[in-house]
């Protein structure tokens, strides 16, 4: 299956499938035929999937390899430079491609590595996480963090393919696929009615395709939810698609896309990116997101069932440790979303459809973080 992201002369394909991984040497070689490339990825994927990276680099003359140390808080400017020194020392040049083969941090990264080498280059996006898949892979968003907040060091590069093969997902830990889905569970609240009804008709279907052990013993290639979830991952690329065709570089309606994330981008920056994934502390974020549309008035109290019902079985993880209220709160101030020392949200106002809302005030953001977060003193 292949969407396409529409962007006039920048428009690229995004490739769906399952067992499709051997194919993209063949769509590269045609795609870019003669250009030398190089190879993104992390220590933890380069493990897995060492016969397939030498495999894919064999039949594209032998590229080389750079492999970025695992995990978010490694999103640095560091670890980012050293991509940039990796490809100067390969001498790769203006028509060189990079492939980013690896989660939402690899993509990221290798991304933003693309953006500035040689002023811009072309990168191909092959995600092997499910949050990657659903989301991070397609838009261009392309960034590393800061100590001071999330994905401040950046910019806008979109890939010139995505190529998705589900199989890769066999290998993925549970907790890892549990936080992709909290991105692709977030489509359910701005992708209207008909992806509110399909993320709640399908939630536990998707959700049981989690390895038990992080290993292939469980591979949701095997699973009955294996068609729900390919569904999933095409219906949240295209909300996305459509989203970022109307607005690529966030001046407006690319804004929702954002949902739940202004309170887990405060969680993470808390507990200094590490001890919670972003899809997890998405979770958070959308619980707190869709109380804080309760307790604002934004959603009417006629659709709350509703809410409650899809968000019921929310599979939350426990935080590293004991939140401050304060502590999180404050950490809001220095997200990207914060515009002139105003909190902007995402909150839901009917199913399937949210809105931006800002000059919420204090007391009623304190109220919630401190009701929902009490819940993880429960888990």
Request: charged share 20%; proline share 5%; hydrophobic share 40%.
């Amino acid at each position: 299956m292949q969407l396409t992201v529409d962007l006039g002369d920048r428009s690229y394909p995004v490739n769906i499938g399952r067992g499709t991984a051997a194919e993209f040497p063949s769509y590269y070689k045609e795609r870019f035929a003669g250009r030398r490339c190089a190879v993104v990825t992390n220590t933890t994927v380069a493990s897995i999937y060492s016969s397939y990276i030498g495999a894919l680099t064999g039949e594209l003359g032998g590229c080389p390899v750079h492999e970025l140390p695992d995990g978010e808080k490694y999103k640095t400017v560091t670890v980012w430079s050293a991509i940039l020194d990796a490809l100067i020392s390969a001498r790769l040049d203006r028509n060189s491609v990079v492939i980013a083969l690896g989660g939402g941090v690899v993509g990221d990264m290798a991304g933003f590595a693309a953006a500035c080498f040689m002023r811009g280059i072309d990168y191909v996006q092959i995600p092997t996480t499910l949050l990657a898949m659903v989301d991070s892979s397609v838009g261009g968003k392309t960034a590393v963090d800061h100590p001071h907040g999330k994905n401040l060091i950046g910019a806008f590069h979109q890939p010139s393919a995505v190529w998705i093969d589900a199989d890769f997902l066999k290998t993925l830990p549970r907790r890892e696929f549990i936080a992709g889905y909290a991105e692709a569970f977030k489509y359910a609240f701005l992708g209207g009615n008909d992806m509110f009804t399909f993320v709640r008709d399908n939630r536990d279907a998707i959700l049981r395709m989690a390895a038990p052990r992080g290993d292939a013993s469980c591979p949701p290639a095997a699973s009955a939810g294996s068609g729900q979830l390919l569904e999933c991952i095409e219906r949240g690329i295209r909300i996305k698609a459509g989203i970022v065709r109307q607005d690529e570089r966030e001046s407006g309606k690319r804004a929702l896309l954002n949902f739940g994330h202004t309170f887990a981008h405060a969680l993470e920056r808390f507990y200094g990116f590490e001890g919670l994934l972003h899809g997890e502390a998405v979770l958070w974020g959308m619980v707190c997101a869709s109380e804080l549309a309760k307790t604002c008035g934004f959603l009417h109290e006629r659709y709350w069932p509703q809410f409650d019902e899809i968000l019921a079985g929310l599979p939350l993880p426990p935080l590293p440790s004991t939140p401050d209220i304060n502590g999180i709160y404050a950490a809001m101030f220095t997200d990207k979303k914060a515009e002139s020392g105003v909190l902007r949200f995402i909150l839901p106002t009917a199913p399937g459809e949210s809105a931006v809302v800002g000059g919420v005030g204090e007391e009623k953001i304190l109220q919630v973080l401190e009701k929902k977060l009490a819940l993880c003193l429960s888990l």
